[in-house]
């Protein structure tokens, strides 16, 4: 179907800049859950987002409505140790393409100092007056690090015992908070799984160079298969209490694993990442075997830091995504389509790995924006995960490259 917006909740696989205004508004203040305090332009991370491009939530934006995501701080953040609202007169946020999700944001409050997901419905419903467009699309991705708390890089993780009990609570929210976004109208429900925490390189904790990175010790190995355990408990309370629930409201909730289940019958379900393995090695000349079994070694292929996905690896996901949404068939091989400067050039990738060019004349002295959103601009499934930008001068040599 045509929505008529998208909506984002979330945490920072989906922040579109909030968490980087917000550390911004208060300056120096830097938060131990982001990675390496916030997602800044001199660290490499792109208009805020937690990687070096768009997120697959504003790649399926663009794709449903033309427009990526945008970040609504400060309307409707609260300071997280007065408990009032920092910028109490701002202006409803406008526009059908707002997210409200930040960086570092769990189900329930933590020891955080953004919003949970109570907080962000909170605000939503403040933006509408408690009126959500009941023609638009609402993205859900959050729980990563409700895991990671439990299962911290640097600490022992906790019981097995405790962290049930701390997800099961985790699960009643997010059910609570997705009920309410149905009680205000909401009819479509993108919701994305949980991540295999336990695959992020955060749990490598050797410096590069030294012996042994790479690869994981016990220790790291030990607190990487109970954040996997525990991200496969929280995934699967949301899969089989969660939607079942929301879908009895009236919901339709369309379900993207992030990581690998096996569902009622015994059959093992795909999840995004697992299923964009095959392209990402393809792409880099590895063989599947290569890249699953070397993921570590190989994580610059998949991740732009040590715990979110690259740009080529949000474009094949938000492709991946959108081809769920829609229920149509999910392949590689489609027409490449590029809008530049007003008019559109049409070009054929045929096989991955294949490389197309769209040719653009520029005029000295005039200042051009040139974004590549990494997914094709059809309405069917597909991306372009590994686009560059080259700029040769009158004799064809090169002048700058960009990735």
């Given amino acids: 179907m045509t929505y008529s917006g998208v909506y984002v909740f979330g945490d ?56 990526v995501t945008k970040p609504v701080f400060p309307y409707g953040f609260e300071d997280p140790w007065l408990g009032i609202p920092i910028s109490p007169f701002a202006s409803d946020p406008s526009g059908n393409n707002l997210n409200f999700a930040y960086g ?30 009941p023609n638009a699309l609402y993205l859900i991705t959050i729980g990563g690090n409700d895991v990671r708390s439990l299962a911290p890089s640097g600490s022992d993780p906790a019981s097995e015992a405790d962290a049930h009990l701390a997800l099961d609570r985790a699960a009643e929210k997010y059910l609570t908070e997705l009920s309410q976004l149905v009680d205000m109208g909401a009819q479509h429900i993108l919701i994305t799984g949980v991540p295999d925490v336990g695959l992020i390189p955060k749990y490598d904790r050797q410096d590069p160079g030294e012996a042994g990175y790479n690869t994981l010790d016990a220790v790291e190995a030990a607190r990487s298969a109970a954040a996997t355990g525990y991200s496969i408990y929280l995934d699967e309370l949301i899969r089989t209490e969660v939607i079942p629930a929301l879908e009895a409201m009236g919901a339709t909730v369309t379900y993207v694993p992030l990581m690998d289940y096996v569902d009622s019958n015994g059959v093992l379900v795909q999840g995004a990442l697992s299923a964009n393995l095959p392209t990402i090695a393809a792409l880099h000349g590895l063989t599947l075997e290569e890249l699953s079994n070397n993921l570590l070694e190989h994580r ?32 590689e091989i489609l027409p490449l389509s590029g809008p530049e400067l007003g008019f559109t050039v049409n070009g054929v990738i045929s096989v991955v790995g294949e490389v197309d060019k769209t040719v653009v004349s520029l005029v000295a002295g005039t200042t051009y924006t040139v974004e590549m959103l990494g997914m094709s601009s059809l309405g069917l499934a597909g991306s372009i995960g590994d686009g560059s930008l080259s700029i040769l001068n009158p004799h064809g040599s090169a002048v700058t490259q960009f990735a």
Avoid at 38 to 50: D, H, Q, S
Avoid at 106 to 130: H, K, N, S, Y
């Fill in 12 to 67: 920072s696989l989906v922040d579109a800049g909030n968490a980087l205004k917000l550390a911004e508004w208060y300056g120096d203040l830097t938060f131990s859950d982001l990675p390496d305090g916030a997602p800044t332009a001199e660290l490499g991370y792109y208009k805020g987002r937690f990687s070096d491009g768009y997120t697959f939530a504003d790649l399926l934006s663009n794709k449903e409505i033309g427009a």
């Fill in 104 to 133: 570092g944001a769990q189900i329930r409050q933590g020891g955080e100092a953004v919003p949970d997901l109570d907080g962000q419905t909170d605000a939503f419903r403040g933006a509408v007056d408690g009126d959500a467009d």
């Fill in 300 to 331: 610059d292929l998949i991740f732009f830091d040590d715990i979110h996905p690259n740009g080529q690896a949000n474009a094949l996901l938000g492709a991946y995504m959108h081809a769920q949404l829609t229920g149509s068939e999910w392949i």
